[in-house]
């Protein structure tokens, strides 16, 4: 098959070519290089994790993230969550040089409300996912309402106790907002970790 055309990478708005996982892998440290302090930061802001401890990768794309809490703690479970089969591919094989068989649901993940599938998990890691799950093109109230459902159905996937652990760029509704809306949906402890630019990692608990 023809490859596309190169000057794709050029485009000072949209460019390059984020749906295809290998260029995603990549690329994605030069094209956006808080990513990588974005995932330590993640992975720093967990509690301790144990070999009873189930945890989602949420539109997991590569499995970038799942693979930085499996090298930290590779005792978990893992679940891969993503609506692309060749990124859940790629996400499995990456952490299939972990040795680490993880379980895979290829699902497109709504702001209904509605759980995810194969939960309840113990922690739910969310990187650069919730402003995509959201989309690009709502604003305001409706971008709003979009989240405070998203964190629900994500509620409902976590055990009482559980933890929600998002590393993102500010998209459509800014950090403050977010974490507003994550109190709404029923998360306790709710903070920022780490911020820096629009690159941010916060998180919250499911009260036991």
């Known amino acids: 098959m023809t490859p596309p055309n190169w000057r794709q990478n ?15 892998d990549l690329h994605v440290e030069r094209r956006m ?7 330590e930061e993640m992975l720093a802001a967990l509690p301790p994790l144990d070999e009873h401890t189930s945890v989602c990768d949420l539109a997991c794309g590569t499995g970038n993230a ?14 891969l969550i993503d609506e692309d089969p060749e990124m859940l591919a790629l996400a499995r ?18 702001t209904d409300g509605e759980p995810l599938p194969g939960g309840p ?8 996912a919730l402003h995509a799950i959201v989309g690009p093109q709502v604003e305001g109230a409706e971008a709003e309402t979009r989240y405070e459902l998203l964190f629900q159905g994500l509620r409902d996937s976590l055990v009482p ?6 590393a993102d760029h500010v998209g459509t509704l800014g950090l403050f907002r977010q974490m507003k809306a994550m109190e709404r949906a029923g998360f306790a402890d709710v903070d920022c970790a780490w911020r820096q630019d629009d690159f941010f990692v916060c998180g919250g608990r499911i009260p036991a």
């Open 33 to 39: 290089p808080l990513v990588v302090p974005m995932l």
């Open 93 to 110: 094989a990456k952490l299939g040089d972990l040795r680490v068989d993880a379980e895979a649901f290829q699902v497109t993940v709504a």
């Open 161 to 166: 106790g559980g933890h929600l652990i998002v």
């Open 10 to 24: 050029l485009l000072r708005k949209g460019g390059g070519f984020w749906k295809n996982g290998y260029w995603y």
């Open 66 to 79: 799942a693979f930085a809490v499996v090298s930290a703690y590779p005792m978990v479970r893992v679940t």
């Open 121 to 128: 998990y113990d922690v739910i890691v969310a990187s650069l």
